[in-house]
Nanobody, 121 residues
Framework: QVRLVESGGGLVQPGGSLRLSCAAS???????????MGWYRQASGKQRELVAI???????SYADSVKGRFTISRDNVKSTVALQMNGLKPEDTAMYYC????????????WGQGTQVTVSS
């Protein structure tokens, strides 16, 4: 049983930066370390899409639309995952969700409630 809580969203101007954080509870650091962690986003009227993902050992993957601008990281001791977003564009406006999937059992899959990111002048 893992609970995920996102924070750090807000309203920023184009070209600005935000850092999103996701804190996991209900699992020790040793348990958290076996989860694949990801950030997804869903804009109004559009499908949810993967933004970035980081594996248990630190391997990362990004959507083409955010490569070079976003950086995902994790701290297995603190049981947290972060998404540093630079050079934000209006097209980045969406609800951002944190996801945890057990690398050894995909059925153990958890979602946070989301944090809103709005990029506008």
């Amino acid at each position: 049983q893992v609970r995920l809580v996102e924070s750090g969203g807000g309203l920023v101007q184009p070209g600005g930066s935000l850092r999103l954080s996701c804190a996991a509870s209900g699992a020790s650091g040793s348990i958290f370390s076996i989860y694949v962690m990801g950030w997804y986003r869903q804009a109004s009227g559009k499908q949810r899409e993967l933004v970035a993902i980081i594996g248990p050992t630190g391997s990362v993957s990004y959507a083409d639309s955010v490569k070079g601008r976003f950086t995902i990281s994790r701290d297995n001791v603190k049981s947290t995952v972060a998404l540093q977003m630079n050079g934000l564009k209006p097209e980045d406006t969406a609800m951002y969700y944190c996801n945890a999937r057990n690398a050894r059992n995909a059925g153990r899959n958890y979602w946070g409630q989301g944090t809103q990111v709005t990029v506008s002048s």
